[in-house]
T-cell receptor, first 116, second 111 residues
Framework: GAGVSQTPSNKVTEKGKYVELRCDPISGHTALYWYRQSLGQGPEFLIYFQGTGAADDSGLPNDRFFAVRPEGSVSTLKIQRTERGDSAVYLC??????????????FGEGSRLTVL | DAKTTQPPSMDCAEGRAANLPCNHSTISGNEYVYWYRQIHSQGPQYIIHGLKNNETNEMASLIITEDRKSSTLILPHATLRDTAVYYCIGKRRGSGYALNFGKGTSLLVTP
């Protein structure tokens, strides 16, 4: 597809369950970002990949959150032992540039996670 | 990165220019000003960015004051589809990869 694709668009789970959210970036984009957006707030940075490696994971809130990008394209955000406070929209973005803080990010439409 | 301050909400009549202000009084010399917007239920969309010169593209114009302490995003002829939350973000090259979106300005374009 032409844009960043995220699946599922909606996920409802129970407290304590494991969740995976997938991001398919724009073809050729080496930089990939995950953000989280709670209701009424702006997006908050979680993690940044350059190629296969996580160059900056300083935004991950705790060790229940983990992300991978094994082949440098598709990325999966994994959340273990989900809590109600994890409910949010999880946004993925990709870009061409590898320069810190530069360039235009292209965002997907997000995966809305609801933890009951 | 500089802290930015934006009004929480603004209205604009359809067809008129929408002028969205942003204060960034602590901005450093090598810090860019980025603007993104987010239409309801969509991901953020890049609009424009600048360092010290005014910039224009097909979406908007960015006017940065000479002292760089504030800027204005101008949508020259606002349409109903421009109703969105607009985020002004200060970003210094080399300061990491995170963009600090803040809460932005909720712009409502009315018929």
């Amino acid at each position: 597809g032409a844009g960043v694709s995220q699946t599922p668009s909606n996920k409802v789970t129970e407290k304590g369950k494991y969740v995976e959210l997938r991001c398919d970036p724009i073809s050729g984009h080496t930089a990939l970002y995950w953000y989280r957006q709670s209701l009424g707030q702006g997006p908050e940075f979680l993690i940044y990949f350059q190629g296969t490696g996580a160059a900056d994971d300083s935004g991950l809130p705790n060790d229940r959150f983990f992300a991978v990008r094994p082949e440098g394209s598709v990325s999966t955000l994994k959340i273990q032992r989900t809590e109600r406070g994890d409910s949010a929209v999880y946004l993925c973005a990709s870009s061409l540039t590898r320069q810190e803080g530069a360039g235009e990010l292209f965002f997907g439409e997000g995966s809305r996670l609801t933890v009951l | 990165d500089a802290k930015t301050t934006q009004p929480p909400s603004m209205d604009c009549a359809e067809g008129r220019a929408a002028n969205l202000p942003c204060n960034h009084s602590t901005i450093s010399g090598n810090e860019y000003v980025y603007w993104y917007r987010q239409i309801h239920s969509q991901g953020p969309q890049y609009i424009i960015h600048g360092l010290k010169n005014n910039e224009t593209n097909e979406m908007a114009s960015l006017i940065i004051t000479e002292d760089r302490k504030s800027s204005t995003l101008i949508l020259p002829h606002a349409t109903l589809r421009d109703t969105a939350v607009y985020y002004c973000i200060g970003k210094r090259r080399g300061s990491g990869y995170a963009l600090n979106f803040g809460k932005g300005t909720s712009l409502l374009v009315t018929p």
